[in-house]
């Protein structure tokens, strides 16, 4: 990831330093830093020879009679300068130099132009109630997929504040909402830059510190925050900052890809061992010839690597044909041409020739160590009871059974996932994006609009707006007591629609509670404070903030006149924290909540959309129906569950492959063996048991060493998840009993092929 940058080794983001009151030591990065950070970099540090802010934001943009809502991404001039991405029209210096400047994907060219040149040409966007034309200056190619900044429309950052309805966005210095990346000079130390970044902040956060101070949040010498810088490399991997999610995914991939090749190793070892037999002959008149250990060792060797260079040429081929089925599996756009670089053929190449050769050690030593006396006088069988194949035989089927357990958990998980009961009936909820950006005032008339006109459809039950994107992520938090709350400005009808359980008090609306001060809690609100008889109680100071858009953003005063139970407002990967809901205009709506009834869906979405038109003809009816959106919250553990699935089946019949080979040739040496006890009145299922009884007990050996390594993979996996599955021991015996009966059915046309052989026929075999 954004290797490809031309000034890679020069280009860095800057994280906030966080340090704890009471020992001074680091409590905690942070990645969203000022807005007016950028440029006071550059002015105090001449190291630093660009410096670019970045943000994206949701806004209407439109061209002629079509509209899309659209993330548009805010940048400073010198964006293009810092990182490499190839335009294929306009100069990248100058290409949003000025304040009217957009410059686009080709995708998004395409789907807004179609086949005409979009230079020159000039799109509208709407922010709010307002509009601004903007001349496309350039297009550049599709953002590949290895770069950690995705974008398809790009502004200058003088647009910000016309964007977010935020005044002077670009120059606050008290909230946090921008990554910020700089390009040092070549050479520059940043290790150099990172000592003095205490006296930048002394410098110009003075103000800020003096605040922390006199609040008594920070006691000690120095500041409670500095920063740093961190190396554009290691971004997109960084664990603090949402890399830690890519890169167990990455791991997940790897363990996957390495056992599937042990597992194809250990057979390769197995059934060359097996076959030592038939090649004993040749190897002792070989020897008596005068060929010498390392000579064989050399030729064994030189036969495994083949067969390992053979297969790696086989699977680059197969990986092409699959390849865009693995795209559309795992989510990815990984590419067959960026695989190829010289660095990746020499890994390819290097794992491949390791493979070979690891993988026929054991089998060379082997068979160079016959004694040709032994063999040329029929003499030779292979040493005792094999135990080196037995143990490769229960590591293989304990990897393949660990397999199983992770494919059976994760698809629980997701059903688990999927089913939760949420705590509100969500079938027949449709959700509308507002779209008034920052702007109390103009989004609850939009709401108020389209309820009169909506509301006396016998097909529309009940509707709400909330301030929070309801369903699709948590609502707006802030941290008290060393806990974490959430709250969203509502509507007084938010509980009625949503069907959610009170617990206490009464709702908004009834009995003259509905005044703008009235708060609605949860459950673990009431837990985690500690509240007792909450209803009546009214909150403190304490839960008394400043926010970046409103000074009035405050909620305290507040009167708690109900309690309900929790619900889950947000996705369920994460917390369920304490909430606040109340009628106090403090940010404005962002989704309204409509519940339809099951009868002629299609009409009464034509329904919606054509009252939406009457009201906001300028922007788009971008809506989205609740039930699919959830199921779509969870497609990255789908992905991952089919991912399993499917390598589970492949490496169990790798595994079955080599049984069925093992035991081929365990019946093929009992040959004789299995007449003479035929001859003696053995029965069919007397002969098969007697066969099938090694290979069950180093299946169930198997089901002993995985069963533990399993639990725990399954546990550390588990607790990325709040809400999870219980791992419960049907789980390991349902494994189990299908890699036993998996086993049998693998081998059973052997023993019983075998057990059925005509016992003259077995007498004369040799």
């Known amino acids: 990831f954004d290797r490809f940058h031309e000034n890679e080794t020069d280009l860095y983001r800057i994280l906030k330093v966080f340090y704890d009151d009471a020992d ?22 001449p190291e630093m020879k660009y410096q670019s802010r970045y943000m994206s934001t949701v806004n209407v943009v439109g061209f002629e009679n079509v509209k899309f809502r659209e993330r548009i991404t805010v940048v400073d001039e010198h964006f293009f300068d810092m990182f490499t991405y190839k335009f294929i029209a306009g100069d990248p ?14 995708s998004y060219a395409e789907k807004f132009f179609g086949d005409k040149d979009p230079v020159g040409k000039s799109v509208t966007v709407i922010s709010a109630q307002e509009m601004k034309n903007y001349i496309v200056t350039g297009i550049f190619e599709n953002v590949s997929s290895n770069s950690t900044l995705q974008f398809n429309m790009v502004v200058n950052i003088s647009n910000m504040s016309f964007l977010t309805r935020v005044k002077d966005a670009d120059k606050i210095l008290n909230s946090h909402w921008f990554d910020t990346y700089v390009q040092l000079e070549p050479g520059s130390s940043a290790a150099d830059i990172d000592k003095r970044f205490h006296a930048f902040t002394s410098q110009y956060f003075e103000q800020f510190i003096q605040q922390s101070r006199d609040k008594g949040d920070w006691t000690r010498e120095g500041n409670p925050y500095t920063f740093i810088l961190q190396p554009m490399k290691n971004v997109h991997f960084d664990i603090a900052f949402g890399g830690n999610r890519r890169l167990q995914a990455a791991y997940i991939l790897i363990t996957i890809a390495l056992t599937v090749l042990i597992i194809a190793c250990i057979n390769f070892v197995n059934l060359s061992i097996g076959m030592a037999g038939g090649r004993s002959k040749d190897i002792g008149i070989r020897k008596v010839a005068g060929a010498k250990k390392k000579q064989l060792l050399l030729q064994f060797w030189s036969e495994s690597v083949i067969i390992s260079f053979c297969a790696m040429i086989m699977g680059i081929l197969m990986s092409t044909a699959i390849l865009p089925v693995f795209n559309e599996l795992s989510g990815k756009n990984l590419n067959i041409v960026e695989l190829f670089s010289m660095k990746n053929i020499l890994l390819i190449i290097g794992f491949s020739v390791t493979a070979g050769i690891l993988s026929g050690i054991y089998p060379a030593l082997i068979m160079s160590g016959f004694r040709p006396v032994d063999i040329l006088k029929g003499k030779f069988r292979l040493s005792g009871k094999n135990n080196i194949t037995k143990i490769l ?11 199983i357990v992770m494919s059976i958990s994760l698809g629980k998980q997701v059903d688990f996932l999927i089913n939760k009961d949420l705590g509100y009936e969500r079938d027949g909820l449709i959700g509308i994006f507002v779209q008034e950006q920052q702007n109390y005032n103009s989004s609850k008339r939009t709401v108020e609009l389209f309820r009169e006109r909506v509301i006396q459809n016998p097909n529309i039950r009940n509707m709400t707006a909330t301030s929070s994107y309801f369903g699709l992520s948590g609502a707006p938090n802030y941290g008290i007591q060393g806990k974490q709350f959430h709250w969203s400005t509502i509507e007084e009808n938010y509980i009625k629609t949503l069907e959610i359980r009170i617990l206490q008090g009464k709702d908004f609306g009834k009995d003259g509670v509905n005044v703008p001060d009235a708060a609605i809690v949860n459950e673990s609100f009431v837990t985690a404070y500690g509240i007792e008889d909450p209803v009546g109680k009214v909150l403190g100071r304490e839960f008394s903030r400043k926010g970046m858009y409103k000074e009035n953003i405050t909620l305290d005063n507040m009167q708690i006149i109900a309690v309900v139970e929790d619900f889950h407002y947000g996705p369920l990967q994460g917390r369920l924290l304490p909430s606040i809901f109340c009628l106090r205009p403090m940010r404005d709506f962002r989704i309204m909540l409509v519940r339809i009834g099951p009868e002629n869906i299609q009409d009464t979405i034509a329904f919606l959309e054509k009252k939406w038109t009457e009201i906001q003809p300028d922007k788009p009816f971008n809506y989205y129906f609740h039930e699919e959106r959830l199921e779509n919250l969870y497609n990255s553990e789908k992905r991952w569950s089919a991912i399993i699935n499917y390598v589970s089946v492949i490496t169990i019949i790798i595994a079955c492959m080599g049984l069925f080979g093992l035991s081929l040739i365990s019946v093929n040496r009992r040959v004789k063996e299995i007449g003479i006890r035929k001859a003696l009145g053995a029965k069919v299922q007397q002969i098969s048991g007697w066969i099938l009884r090694e290979f069950i007990f180093l299946v169930l050996l198997s089901n002993v060493v995985a069963w533990p390594a399993a639990y725990l993979f399954l546990q550390q996996y588990l607790e990325t998840y709040v809400f999870r599955i219980d791992i419960g021991a049907s789980l390991f015996i349902y494994a189990g009993m299908s890699s036993l009966i998996i086993s049998v059915l693998t081998i059973a046309y052997t023993t019983v092929r075998s057990a059925l052989r005509n016992p003259v026929d077995s007498l004369r075999y040799e």
């Open 24 to 45: 001074g030591s680091v409590s905690g990065h942070q990645s969203s830093v000022q807005p007016g950070l950028g440029p006071l970099l550059t002015e105090y540090f």
């Open 93 to 106: 210096s100058i290409v949003i130099s000025e304040d009217n400047n957009i410059v686009l994907s080709r």
């Open 393 to 403: 035989v229960v590591t293989q089927f304990s990897l393949s059974i660990i397999l």
